[in-house]
T-cell receptor, first 115, second 112 residues
Framework: NAGVTQTPKFQVLKTGQSMTLQCAQD?????MYWYRQDPGMGLRLIYY???????DKGEVPNGYNVSRLNKREFSLRLESAAPSQTSVYFC??????????????FGEGSWLTVV | GNSVTQMEGPVTLSEEAFLTINCTYT??????LFWYVQYPGEGLQLLLK?????DKGSNKGFEATYRKETTSFHLEKGSVQVSDSAVYFC???????????FGTGTSLTVIP
């Protein structure tokens, strides 16, 4: 019962390096999300994908790109990492039903440090 | 727009004390409301939810009632345990279920 799986769990990058965070869900959900969590800031939405083939910016998209590879997978790429991108990143997914109280499910998080 | 405001932490309680964490929301239409819990080093897990006014969500001794008149969804537990120590997030989803909005989280520490 994997749910939402994201890799890597920990990563240290040097400023200017690039990397991709991978995420996959096995619940056949339409919607997928990338959040970052910083102390005192709660969760902030970076990008989301309401369905396969679509992506939209969230609250803090600058410095990131995403790819919805297929229905299961949604990757987050940092093209040129900056210290301000040091954070914990969470991938999430949900079904999208009108008025039904759809639930969002989270991965275990990826701890990224940019030095 | 949509937003969630929850009480600032951290909150420290003795075991068996009563817990209330306040949450109020602003939303257009009729959102669904959630409480999520995050244990150290883990992702967020759904604790409970309510999908319409006057609904009560409950799980593991926690309860919250969807109050449309006060736009609130306060989390309560009658007797907390050390194992309840975690960060609690209030959240809402819009009517279309396209987006979720989270509060900033409230850290709870329960001491024996």
């Amino acid at each position: 019962n994997a749910g939402v799986t994201q890799t890597p769990k920990f990563q240290v990058l040097k400023t200017g390096q690039s990397m991709t965070l991978q995420c996959a869900q096995d619940m056949n959900h339409n919607s997928m999300y990338w959040y970052r969590q910083d102390p005192g800031m709660g969760l902030r939405l970076i990008y989301y994908s309401a369905s396969e083939g679509t992506t939209d910016k969230g609250e803090v998209p600058n410095g990131y790109n995403v790819s919805r590879l297929n229905k299961r997978e949604f990757s987050l790429r940092l093209e040129s990492a900056a210290p301000s991108q040091t954070s914990v990143y969470f991938c999430a997914s949900s079904e999208r039903w009108l008025n039904s109280g759809n639930t969002i499910y989270f991965g275990e998080g990826s701890w990224l440090t940019v030095v | 727009g949509n937003s969630v405001t929850q009480m600032e932490g951290p909150v420290t309680l003795s075991e068996e004390a009563f817990l209330t964490i306040n949450c109020t929301y602003t939303a257009t239409g009729y959102p669904s409301l959630f409480w999520y819990v995050q244990y150290p080093g883990e992702g967020l897990q759904l604790l409970l939810k309510a999908t319409k006014a006057d609904d009560k969500g409950s799980n593991k001794g926690f309860e919250a009632t969807y109050r449309k008149e006060t736009t609130s969804f306060h989390l309560e537990k009658g007797s907390v345990q050390v194992s309840d120590s975690a960060v609690y997030f209030c959240a809402l989803s819009d009517r279309n279920g396209n987006q979720f909005y989270f509060g900033t989280g409230t850290s709870l520490t329960v001491i024996p």
